[in-house]
């Protein structure tokens, strides 16, 4: 049957999202992006949109693969939200170490050119960084620490983990990254022991 050439969407935004990932959204050009992807600028434009709605589908794209890789590290150990840390970083660093994907994060680099995106596309990128502290938070609710204390820790693990993504782009060996994670850990332990040591004296 004769008729318009067709693609497979999926593909096409898998490989759109690797080059806004390794390029960032300002240097992904339109020619870059239409390499990628298989496509000219009149079938990008056809089926995405613009490079903005692109730019939000690949958002979507990588925060369904990795936030459902991150719900699962994070739920699978009920009780012990040190352990739920450990593997939520497990996660992160197999990510950064995979040679298949360019180097970091989608987030984490959309997140740098934030003050430079469109009102929308910045809006969905701290969107993005919100769900992975709420997700996060939720996982350290298991402990006696007071809220304030569990909203801290939820966003100190979300700068480590950003901060992994940046150091991984400089170059920084996979023994340093896990060297920054653990110590990270040793710190959401001990900010928890010591909040049950306060709530237990209380009590």
């Known amino acids: ?24 959204y ?33 958002l979507d794209r990588y925060a369904s693969i990795y936030g459902a890789q991150y719900e699962q590290a994070l ?3 009920a009780g012990d939200p040190v352990r739920a840390v450990e593997a939520f970083f ?16 989608l987030i984490a680099q959309s997140a740098a050119q934030s003050p ?13 960084l919100d769900l992975q502290r709420q997700r996060i938070r939720t996982a350290l609710a298991d402990s006696s620490a007071d809220t304030r204390t569990l909203d801290e820790l ?8 950003q901060s992994l993504a940046v150091l991984s ?12 994670a653990r110590l990270a850990c040793t710190t959401v332990a001990d900010t928890l022991t010591r909040a049950a040591s306060v709530d237990a004296a209380r009590g």
């Open 90 to 105: 497990d996660v992160v660093l197999s990510r950064i170490a995979d040679p298949s994907v360019p180097v970091g994060c």
């Open 154 to 161: 939820a966003t100190f693990v979300v700068a480590v983990n």
């Open 75 to 77: 739920t699978a150990h």
């Open 26 to 58: 300002a240097d992904a050009s339109l020619d870059a992006l239409g390499s990628a992807t298989g496509l000219g600028r009149g079938s990008l434009y056809g089926a995405f949109g613009n490079k903005d709605a692109l730019f939000r589908r690949c």
């Open 169 to 180: 782009r400089a170059g920084t060996s996979d023994a340093e990254l896990r060297s920054v």
């Open 1 to 24: 049957m004769s008729g318009r050439k067709q693609f497979d969407v999926d593909a096409a935004v898998d490989q759109a999202m690797r080059v806004f990932w390794q390029r960032g």
């Open 116 to 128: 430079t995106l469109r009102e929308e596309n910045s809006t969905q990128v701290r969107g993005l």
